[in-house]
């Protein structure tokens, strides 16, 4: 269940990202556009109880994923980048995606309180964050963290949170790049 304050942080958190130009670091999206946002209610994931039963099955953020091509555009004017992707700090190779601050796979919403510009290069990029998701979601399935400490994490500093659950991000993108290259041969081993 969400508490008031976070109902209102979702609220007002959108309102400010419609009126205001927000800044980044390319790597934490700016608090007082992008405070997070989750699902909530017994029937606002996807006709389904926001709980950890319905998110833990497999394919469920395909169900809620419903990010229109015009709240991805006021997300980038909201951060000033104009032309939306691959110019302001999104012209690194790759660009950026709109990226959930908290994922779906975690309970986030398609709020644009919970949405930010992420770029796909550098060491704390777009798919270093995934990984982080990808690990919140398993220990979350598993018991071993809450749904709302899965939620808090992620939301409060990415970045922190990642070396709380994962380590240094360099090397699980050396990893990932290996998965990838390997990518369409017989066998993916990944040590």
């Known amino acids: 269940m969400m508490s008031p304050a976070s109902l209102m942080l979702m609220i007002f958190g959108t309102a400010a990202a419609a009126s205001q130009k927000c800044t980044t670091d390319k790597i934490l999206p700016d608090k007082s556009c992008t405070p997070g946002a ?3 209610g017994d029937t606002g ?7 950890k039963e319905t998110f833990c099955v497999s394919g469920y953020s395909k169900t809620v994923r419903a990010v229109s091509t ?3 555009q006021a997300v980038y004017e909201s951060y000033g980048v104009p032309g939306y992707d691959h110019t302001g700090y999104c012209d690194g190779d790759g660009g950026c995606e709109v990226d959930h601050l908290i994922s779906l796979e975690i309970g986030g919403s398609n709020d644009q309180a919970n949405l930010w510009p ?12 995934d990984t982080l998701e990808n690990k919140l979601k398993k220990l979350m399935c598993e018991g071993t963290i809450t749904l709302q400490e899965a939620q808090d994490c992620i939301s409060s500093d990415w970045k922190d949170c990642y070396g709380k659950h994962m380590g240094d991000p360099r090397v ?20």
Request: glycine letters at 8%; proline letters at 4%.
């Open 38 to 40: 989750a699902f909530s």
């Open 45 to 51: 994931c996807g006709g389904k109880p926001c709980t």
């Open 70 to 72: 015009e709240e991805k």
């Open 118 to 129: 992420q770029p796909y290069f550098g060491d704390w990029n777009a798919h270093t964050k």
């Open 172 to 191: 699980e993108m050396e990893r990932y790049e290996k998965e990838m290259s390997l990518v369409g041969t017989e066998k993916v081993i990944v040590v």
